[in-house]
């Protein structure tokens, strides 16, 4: 019997999203809640897995056939993501599961080839890479390391609802309104850029903001310019986004983690709860 245990860390939201000259990108935004997969092989026949997790046991299959080498066993998902709300709940158990299963059987894979198999089951975020990546989430043309993930702290919330990755970029009016913010999208990806060069909280808040705001015509958080306002008002940097979800983070410094003050009033402000309190840290296996 053979094993492999690997984790690999969630996401909240973007920092920024949009396309470039019509090729899509997003900026990721890893967190420090991860998924983690155990993949145990025994040499029978069938995989099997809990929990109804179809795109996870196809990661496996796709995992072995790259790597040529096809064995039954159990996959085991743990994962305290929450499904549908822009988290990278998918692509943190699939990334997860091709590693775990190449540890299970004694090889090697890289991050490109987990983003390619991430990406032939559905649109994918970065967080298979290291560090702080920008990335085609729906084809891989794009791909960059723009750093390692600084000190900042996020404060998460769940505005409501799901949204479907695969239905979300399947819109046919995408593009056309992809195109349409195409300048503040530039824009903002310049800030962020210049902010994770420069070790810089407020350049990838003020980034992160403009990009959120940017998004609100093709998928509208409610009252989010107020939102922005209010939590700027109290002591925060800026927002970031789930852009096909429903999260949004409050970005702060990582100190105001501990203050429970100003979380109370955040949540009193906002009116709903803190889904998870966590920190930007660099994507990639663990």
Same mark, same amino acid.
Request: no cysteine.
């Given at each position: 019997m $053979? =094993?492999?245990i690997v984790k690999v860390p969630g996401s909240c939201g973007e920092l920024v999203q949009g396309t470039i000259k019509g090729m899509d990108f997003l900026v990721s935004c890893p967190i420090d809640i991860y998924a983690q997969a155990k993949v145990t092989l025994n040499g029978k026949a069938d995989l099997s897995i809990?929990?109804? *997790?179809?795109?996870? /046991? /196809?990661?496996?299959?796709?995992? =072995? @056939?790259? /790597?040529?080498?096809? =064995?039954?066993g159990t996959i085991e998902v743990e994962s305290l993501l929450p499904m549908g709300k822009g988290m990278a709940s998918s692509t943190a158990d699939i990334s997860a599961a091709c590693w775990a299963t190449a540890q299970a059987l004694g090889q @090697? #894979?890289?991050?490109q080839a987990v983003a390619e198999i991430a990406l032939? #089951? @559905? !649109?994918?975020?970065? #967080?298979?890479? !290291?560090? #702080?990546?920008?990335?085609?989430? *729906?084809s891989g043309r794009i791909k960059e390391f723009l750093g390692l993930a600084p000190s900042l702290g996020i404060l998460v919330f769940d505005l409501g609802g799901a949204v479907d990755t695969l239905s979300f970029n399947q819109r046919k009016d995408l593009d056309k309104l992809n195109s349409e913010k195409e300048t503040e999208v530039l824009r903002a990806l310049? /800030?962020? *850029?210049?902010?994770?060069? $420069?070790?810089n909280l407020a350049l990838i808040a003020q980034g992160a903001t403009l990009s959120a705001l940017a998004h609100q015509r093709i998928l509208a958080k409610p009252d989010l310019p107020e939102i922005i306002a209010q939590v700027k008002d109290l002591g925060a940097l800026g927002i970031n986004i789930a852009h096909s979800g429903t999260v949004i983070g409050i970005l702060i410094e990582p100190n105001k983690l501990q203050d429970q003050e100003f979380i109370d009033l955040l949540e009193r402000k906002l009116g709903k709860k803190i889904l998870a309190a966590c920190q930007l840290v660099d994507g990639g296996k663990r």
């Open positions: $053979q =094993q492999g809990q929990g109804g *997790r179809s795109k996870t /046991l /196809l990661a496996v299959q796709k995992t =072995q @056939e790259y /790597l040529g080498k096809k =064995q039954g @090697e #894979i890289s991050a032939s #089951i @559905e !649109p994918s975020d970065g #967080i298979m890479f !290291p560090g #702080i990546t920008m990335f085609d989430h *729906r310049d /800030l962020v *850029r210049k902010g994770l060069a $420069q070790n």
